[in-house]
């Protein structure tokens, strides 16, 4: 199963508001795809968190923004908490990083930026220089 649908039947799967704003998705899963093996769902659902509070999602698609804004931080934690189960504290540290750099970007008007955070962040993790 690819990364972006991984994501999609985890959320389904635990149910609740967020469940029911689930799409089907039709993009590839470009950031997993650069991760180490083991990290591109995680990745992918970091990146959503992300989508979720400046854009638009590619998995979840709420109608109402404050729900995206909880659905943002809930992938946050659930990518995190893969992350901790897997005891990778230095990717830990990358992606809070990469959502740090990736916020002010966005706030100073950079996608660009952003972009670049993301792409170095999930090139970082899951490698064995990251852990």
């Not at 959503?48 to 995206?68: I, N, T």
């Not at 931080?73 to 830990?92: K, N, P, T, V």
Request: hydrophobic residues 45%; without cysteine.
């Amino acid at each position: 199963m690819r990364p972006l649908e991984a994501l999609a039947a985890r959320v389904r799967a635990d149910g609740g508001l967020l469940a029911d704003t689930v799409t089907d998705p039709t993009e590839d899963a470009t950031l997993g795809a650069l991760a180490g093996p083991g990290y591109e769902e995680l990745v992918e659902a970091i990146y959503e968190g992300y989508l979720q509070h400046y854009g638009e999602g590619r998995v979840l698609r709420p109608a109402d923004p404050d729900l995206a804004l909880l659905a943002g931080d809930r992938l946050y934690a659930l990518g995190l908490a893969q992350l901790a189960e897997l005891g990778d504290l230095e990717a830990i540290e990358v992606l809070a990083g990469v959502i740090s750099r990736a916020a002010q970007a966005h706030a100073e008007g950079d996608p660009e930026a952003a972009w670049a955070a993301w792409e170095a962040g999930a090139r970082a993790v899951g490698r064995e220089s990251a852990s």
